[in-house]
Nanobody, 127 residues
Framework: VQLQASGGGLVQAGDSLRLSCAVS????????MAWFRQRPGKEREFVSG????????FYADSVKGRFTISKDKAQKMVYLQMDSLNPEDTAVYYC?????????????????????WGQGTQVTVSS
């Protein structure tokens, strides 16, 4: 499984960006995907997650109401629509894939829950 994240860039506060993550290789129907980010000088943190099957989505409190995760199973793509961006959103954004696990609802925000990672895409928000 390989992941390719794209869509990052330099924007101004209040602008929007849409990140994309293309999955190549096997997709596990009962698995899940997520977006994480690593802000300058900080550890990587969970941003949003979704299962391939079903409609459940999850967001970090810091992005709730501004970011929207979506998926296209047929195209094996996952997206992160980011609106009302602010300088605190400046980070490298990573997409990740987890294998099917019964502990998903407990562990979906844990970095160690995800097995495959993309290379990251830089998002920079200027004030």
């Amino acid at each position: 499984v390989q992941l390719q994240a794209s869509g990052g860039g330099l924007v101004q506060a209040g602008d929007s960006l849409r990140l994309s993550c293309a999955v190549s290789g096997r997709v596990f129907p009962e698995g899940s995907m997520a977006w994480f980010r690593q802000r300058p000088g900080k550890e990587r943190e969970f941003v949003s997650g979704v299962k391939w099957t079903g409609d459940d989505t999850f967001y970090a409190d810091s992005v709730k109401g501004r970011f929207t995760i979506s998926k296209d199973k047929a195209q094996k793509m996952v997206y992160l629509q980011m609106d009302s961006l602010n300088p605190e959103d400046t980070a490298v954004y990573y997409c990740a894939v987890a294998l099917p696990k019964t502990t998903y609802y407990r562990d979906y925000a844990r970095e160690g829950f995800y097995k495959y990672w993309g290379q990251g895409t830089q998002v920079t928000v200027s004030s």
